[in-house]
């Protein structure tokens, strides 16, 4: 057979489980690949800790200035908004990755970060548009919200899809580890212009370079993903199975239901835990007084660092031994800290960095290693929105609101309640991921 057809028979000698995984793409190949997807996530997680950050300023800006506080509410208000439209954007390109290529996909979810990031950088304030103002900011957030439903799944498919057959678990964490980088990166940058320029300044133009920076990586990693290849997984399945066929909601929850089911439940603790002790316990320790706004700052900074850091070890582990083992210990282990954890944190406010270091290193073990465990649970056909869908329902069921549940319950004097909510679905996501269907070492079908 000529060479030149040979390679794109899926028949031909040498073209079955090395083409399947990547593996006759060199290093550097692969390292575009992780780069190109994780680049979305990066830049979502940089607005969102950016939205989060400077919610102060916005509120005054674009809200009427009758209410400082309802205006603040508003404001969080339309950052929630994202959360809550992820699932529509998982099922909207979900289909399109799963029909049309993750390279399609991923190209037209960092546009949308892009243009997100860009539209709250030039939002006019309420004196200037009136109602328009906050219609801007909230079409902002919309379209951030959707591009991340895509991103998560399309993203993580890609990395998984264009690995090599040993370093799926491996590479595959470098698509959370960007989690933890974009939220860090977020945080060094407004603490850095705070220091640089005067409040006034802050207040007028200096909070909208943030997002001017979110856009400008979000052009970046548009121009990284225009360059890649489509990764060889898909185009086998694009060769043997029909258009039609793929993407197919319905075709998941018939045939592939425990697939989603593990996913949803393994999703409540990586997210869920990550939203805890990266914004509700630093902000809660701030907020009574019990540490200042510097040692919160330090603690989390520590915490990310920790956190992206145990995440390939976490990846690597789960090559050498299973996916079960790894992300199934790491959760129960954390369940059984987590009390304990928070309770030492509270007793002893000045040790909440190293505190934080410990829980981060935790969720870290538990995370690495779920972008190859969430790929394997789904054929290539209906990947994307196999893994996206109940990834982002529970995201937005669990994830987004945990913040404010521990708020909630801790002003009706009920904190031990939530501390224990924690700790049960921690368990349910240890137990769903010693369930996992682990396919170390094996092509993905």
Known sequence: MDSSLKSIDPDAPGHGVREQQGDTSPPSSVNRAVMAGAIGNFVECFDWFAYALFASYLSRLVFPSGDPLGALLSTFAVFAIGFFV?????FIFGIYADR???????????????TGSLMIAIVPSFQQAGWLAPAMLLLARLMQGL???GETSSGGSYIVESAPLHRRGFSGSFFYISVGLGTLCASLTGTFLTYLLPKDQMESYGWRLVFVLGALLGIFGLYLRRSIGESEVFKRAARTTSK???GSLRAVMLN???????????????TMAFY??????????????????STSFLASTFGLIAYSVSMPISGALADLVGRRLVLGSSWLLF???FIPMIHYALGNPESLPWIMVAAMSLIGLGSGAVAASFAEQFPTSVRAIGWGVPYNVSIAAFGGTAPYLGSWLASKGMPDLFNWYVVALCVISGLAAFGLRDLRGKPLD
């Open 256 to 270: 592939h239901w425990p697939g989603v089911l593990r996913v949803f439940f393994l999703a409540i603790g990586t």
């Open 147 to 149: 591009a991340m439903g």
């Open 276 to 293: 805890i002790w990266a914004a509700y316990i630093p902000n809660l320790l701030r907020a009574s007084g019990r540490v200042s706004a």
């Open 335 to 337: 369940a059984a800290l």
């Open 244 to 246: 039609k066929d793929r």
């Open 86 to 90: 992820r699932p529509l954007g998982s």
């Open 100 to 114: 049309y290529g993750r390279k399609n996909a991923l190209a037209a979810t960092i546009f949308l970060m892009a």
